[in-house]
């Protein structure tokens, strides 16, 4: 089935993916825009179809859904440029792909009539080829105009993907928790990994020993939620443990220590929460807690 044409700006990895499993589900590819011709003529031929060129603006003109896949910094000063064109913006649909922006950065097009939005799939495309296998069920977070959400949402479901609108405002707020469950998780297995250098082990070997445990953690958070899936010497009230690891503590750099610390008070709050200590037990391991070096 035909479905409308499209445009890609900037058609780096997110864009390819995005364009080739368009053109597979039956939308036209129109305009591709690279900063090379080069680049943009490898593009078409991973999409599959579309005029290569490094003029956006001729890659916005031939299709009334245009996608901007560019790097954060440019998607504001691309959208003044594309406003002060001649080209009709009146119903059409532009969007761009930034985790952190929200559509108040395409302000200048939606003045000229256009429905903006903003769509951000949740997930790391590595490559196009492999991006063609993970969007299926990849979450993608929406906001915008009424109409260009709707045209949004249904344009994920085909892809495959997982739909989901958010507030205009809470944008941000939306970037930086995919930050704190993705990068900062990261950075702390990072640092359990390299701890683990007082066992006498390289990362390798310590990622061999604990990732089975990170998984498995993970898969029951997403399974029970954090409330029921919290384990471990805080979940049951266990001091006695809680001593042990203050003395392993000790050998640790001063930011990891103050790290455990507040990870374990939040894990004491998840536990009175799940009502398997009690306040009392709760006070006592905090007083404990911040006795620790």
Same mark, same amino acid.
């Given at each position: ?8 700006? &900037? ?28 680049? +943009? ?18 890659? $916005?003109?031939?299709?009334?859904? @245009? ?24 119903? =059409?649909? *532009?969007?761009? !792909?930034?985790? !952190? ?12 009539? $256009? ?13 196009? =080829? ?6 299926? &069920? @990849? ?6 105009? !009424?109409?260009? *959400? ?15 609108? @958010? ?9 930086? @928790? ?28 310590? $990622? ?18 954090? *409330? ?25 750099? !001063? ?13 004491? +709050? ?10 009392? *037990?709760?006070?006592?391991? +905090? ?7």
């Amino acid at each position: 089935m035909s479905r409308a044409a499209f445009s890609i700006l &900037g058609a780096g990895r997110l864009g390819r993916t995005l364009g080739r499993v368009m053109a597979r589900r039956g939308y036209a590819p129109a305009g591709v825009s690279c900063r090379s011709l080069r680049s +943009a003529r490898q593009a078409v031929a991973v999409i599959g179809g579309g005029e290569p060129t490094t003029s956006n603006a001729r890659a $916005a003109a031939g299709a009334d859904l @245009i996608l901007i896949t560019t790097p954060d910094g440019v998607i504001a000063p691309l959208a003044r440029q594309l406003a002060a064109e001649r080209h009709p913006w009146r119903g =059409k649909v *532009v969007a761009h !792909a930034s985790g !952190a922006l929200s559509s108040i950065a395409l302000e200048p097009l939606r003045r000229r009539g $256009a429905r903006v939005a903003s769509f951000h799939p949740l997930a790391s495309v590595a490559d196009s =080829k492999e991006g063609l296998k993970t969007l299926h &069920g @990849i979450p993608f977070a929406i906001e915008g105009d !009424a109409r260009a *959400v709707r045209t949004l949402r249904r344009l994920v479901a085909q892809l495959g993907g997982f739909p989901v609108t @958010i507030p205009r405002q809470a944008k941000a707020l939306y970037h930086l @928790i995919a930050c704190l469950l993705s990068n900062d998780l990261v950075a702390l297995l990072s640092f359990g990994l390299d701890s683990a250098r007082g066992l006498g082990i390289a990362r390798r070997e310590a $990622a061999r020993l604990y990732m089975p445990l990170v998984r498995s953690t993970v898969s029951n958070v997403a399974r029970l939620g954090p *409330v029921k899936a919290l384990t471990g010497p805080v979940s049951r009230g266990d001091l006695t443990t809680l001593r042990l690891h203050g003395e392993a503590l000790r050998a640790l750099p !001063a930011d990891l220590r103050r790290l455990h610390r507040l990870l374990a008070l939040r894990s004491a +709050a998840l536990a009175l929460e799940a009502r398997t200590i009690t306040p009392e *037990v709760a006070v006592r391991m +905090a007083r404990l807690l911040g006795s620790l070096p």
